[in-house]
């Protein structure tokens, strides 16, 4: 029996040597001299190859993966992506640059996100790439440029579905929605694809992100399947593409249990011979973001002050909010948890303390880590916010009280 669940601690991605963490090799004392600035994101490739063979051995076999470079665009990231995975998603024409920069086909990079403007869309056409449609304003501005330029758009139609994926961390599908056209008028959008003569590729169904429950991922994928074949009888050609979205989730919190693919890959298997019967020209799409990258990344800053105020010490950094919005809590707007947190130098340093990791900040909403137990740590220690590879950097108000931005390195 394989085992389909991942590391089950975020430490358990690194090794640790004389108690100092390790990454693609090398001690994080080493990687920052030789970066020469702190704060920096560093993402492990080793880490990101082993996501995705553990993907590979766990999901039926036939079943495509999708990389989501929202999740972390880094050109040297994508690069690297591009190489372990089947394609592409991309949400904007930066993005759409660095997937074909990596050598990518254009018939293995798709594009959603609502209001693409014409100049993307033009670029997209031209490329060769899926536009994902989000809207019918959309497909008739896809129609005015296939009017105008000759070329023959290769659309997807991205579905809202009529279920939602419960007990998601991000809902986006289910009700009203400015995500995708409503499963109920897509037959009718369907037609006006064929009208308009466009290369009709496929269905992209998302249903939401950030799950770690298996029960409910497979409900999704259930009704993901039973919607496609539905709206295939209205399809204007063969399906090529159906992608089932995603929504696998990572540990961030104290409690969370890393997903076990188990159940997910034996329901796949289950549905993936009749779903192949009804729709044999489709490729079956898993799109996801930061479940390939997320656990891959850690943000590292260094300590420049510890103060103790009233009882609490508190270790001020050169990192923060502005770097790694999601490890702050997000502005305050929801109830704050520490992410997973260690000094990257000491990692099991045998002094121990409860301190609070702050940033440079003048803003109390500035903080990495709260009432947590480290190793007792100094100015100069290295201070490592793991499960950082997705949503960090790219994902941060990096411009707010404009102090100095990381730097990147894929190692
Ligand atoms: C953001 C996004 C993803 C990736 O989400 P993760 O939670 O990072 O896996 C996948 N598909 C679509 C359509 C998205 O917008």
Redesign the pocket.
């Known amino acids: 029996m394989n085992d389909t669940r991942p590391d089950h601690s975020p430490m358990d991605q690194f090794s640790v040597v004389d108690d100092c963490l390790q990454l693609g090799g090398q001690s994080l004392v080493d990687l920052a001299a030789r970066i020469g600035q702190t704060p920096f994101y560093a993402y492990d490739r080793d880490a990101m190859t082993r996501r995705v063979a553990l993907l590979r051995r766990s999901l039926p076999e036939g079943l495509s993966l999708h990389y989501?470079i929202?999740?972390n665009p880094m050109p040297a990231v994508v690069q690297h992506m591009a190489g372990q995975v089947d394609g592409l998603?991309v949400?904007s024409q930066r993005e759409m640059q660095v997937a074909l920069d990596t050598g990518t086909g254009p018939d293995d990079i798709s594009f959603?996100?609502p209001g693409k403007s014409v100049p993307e869309l033009e670029a997209a056409v031209a490329a060769g790439i899926t536009i994902n449609l989000e809207s019918p304003t959309e497909l008739e501005r896809v129609g005015a440029i296939a009017a105008r330029t000759g070329y023959q758009p290769r659309v997807a139609v991205?579905v809202n579905p009529d279920f939602e994926l419960k007990s998601s961390g991000?809902r986006?599908s289910g009700g009203p929605k400015a995500?995708g056209i409503d499963a109920e008028r897509v037959p009718d959008l369907l037609a006006r694809i064929g009208e308009l003569g466009l290369h009709f590729r496929g269905f992209?169904i998302?249903s939401g992100?950030?799950n770690l429950r298996p029960e409910t991922l497979v409900e999704a994928q259930g009704q993901t399947f039973e919607l496609a074949l539905r709206l295939a009888e209205s399809a204007p050609g063969p399906v090529e593409m159906l992608n089932i979205?995603?929504?696998?989730?990572i540990p961030y919190f104290p409690g969370d249990k890393p997903l076990d693919l188990g159940p997910v890959a034996e329901h796949l298997a289950g549905r993936l011979p009749a779903v192949r019967d009804a729709l044999p020209d489709a490729e079956i799409i898993l799109?996801?973001?930061?479940?390939l990258v997320?656990e891959a990344g850690i943000y590292v800053a260094e300590v420049l002050d510890r103060k103790e105020s009233r009882g609490q010490v508190f270790l001020v950094t050169n990192g923060g909010l502005h770097h790694h919005l999601a490890a702050s809590g997000n502005f305050g707007q929801v109830i704050r948890k520490n992410y997973p947190v260690v000094v990257g130098n000491r990692v099991r340093g045998t002094e121990r303390e409860v301190v609070n990791v702050v940033g440079p900040l003048c803003t109390p909403l500035d903080v990495l880590a709260q009432q947590m137990e480290l190793a007792r740590a100094d100015v100069g220690d290295l201070i490592v916010v793991f499960q950082s590879g997705?949503?960090g950097y790219t994902a941060s108000p990096t411009r707010f009280l404009s102090h100095p931005e990381p730097v990147e390195i894929l190692v």
């Open positions: 989501a929202k999740a998603d949400a959603a996100g991205r991000m986006m995500f992209h998302f992100s950030q979205g995603g929504g696998f989730g799109e996801l973001g930061r479940y997320g997705a949503y």
